[in-house]
């Protein structure tokens, strides 16, 4: 998974509960997104970040908050969980493929979050 | 007008058949669309992409063919085999910019031995 650690692999949670996910790279990457996967609804992109204290929004962002202290750390925080917010959620490094230009998403093992 | 919609929902194969997957999208902007192979309990893995210049690329097993006018795109399997089995998401972008990128909603496949 290209030094991508996700933590906690699994995590069960009561609503109103807030919930950290961290994230963590052993590549210098300067680009981390978080996204959720949904059945019907594939991966959605949550937040993303540029570099150190350096986030922004993505589609779905609205419940969620980021944070990023240290290049290799990304942190995705749900302040009060709800059930709607059971996912799977996964953080991703992007790097240039050497040819075309484009940027590669490599993604970690993921984390699956139960809110109930 | 950001959406890509995938097609169909899942598939069964025999071994050794071919496994067709369609997308289509509807912003012309895009133009980088990849595709993304994830097997249970892990995350998703780049399998090959296609810019628009192209209309077809072939990368062993794995071909994208690509309608520019029709808006749409395509992954073939050929000689499907039990290893492939796995969800298959294709994705459309723009410029390379990754937090740009739209997913499709994933297409479930079992190849049958």
């Known amino acids: 998974d290209a030094g991508i650690t996700q933590s906690p692999r699994h995590k069960v949670t009561e609503t109103g509960t807030p919930v950290t996910l961290r994230c963590h790279q052993t590549e210098n990457h300067r680009y981390m997104y978080w996204y959720r996967q949904d059945p019907g609804h594939g991966l959605r992109l949550i937040h993303y970040?540029?570099?150190?204290?350096?986030?922004d929004k993505g589609e779905v962002s609205d419940g969620y908050s980021v944070s990023r202290s240290k290049t290799e750390d990304f942190l995705l925080t749900l302040e009060s969980a709800t059930s709607s917010q059971t996912s799977v959620y996964f953080c991703?490094?992007?790097?240039?493929?050497?040819?075309?230009?484009?940027?590669?998403?490599?993604f970690g093992a993921g984390s699956r979050l139960t809110v109930l | 007008q950001q959406q890509v919609k995938q097609s169909p929902q899942s598939l069964i194969v025999q071994k050794g058949g071919i496994s067709i997957i369609n997308c289509a999208y509807e912003?012309?902007?895009?133009?980088?669309f990849p595709w993304y192979q994830q097997f249970p309990g892990k995350g998703p893995a780049l399998l090959i992409a296609?810019?628009?210049?192209?209309s077809e690329k072939k990368e062993g097993r794995f071909t994208i063919s690509f309608n520019k006018s029709a808006k749409q795109f395509s992954l073939h399997i050929m000689d499907s085999q039990p290893g492939d089995s796995a969800t298959y998401f294709c994705?459309?972008?723009?410029?390379?910019?990754?937090?740009?990128?739209?997913f499709g909603t994933g297409t479930l496949l079992a190849v049958q031995p």
């Open positions: 991703a490094i992007s790097e240039s493929d050497g040819l075309s230009g484009a940027n590669v998403l490599t």
């Open positions: 296609i810019r628009p210049d192209v």
């Open positions: 912003n012309t902007a895009f133009d980088y």
């Open positions: 994705a459309a972008g723009v410029g390379g910019a990754t937090n740009k990128l739209i």
């Open positions: 970040s540029y570099g150190v204290k350096d986030t």
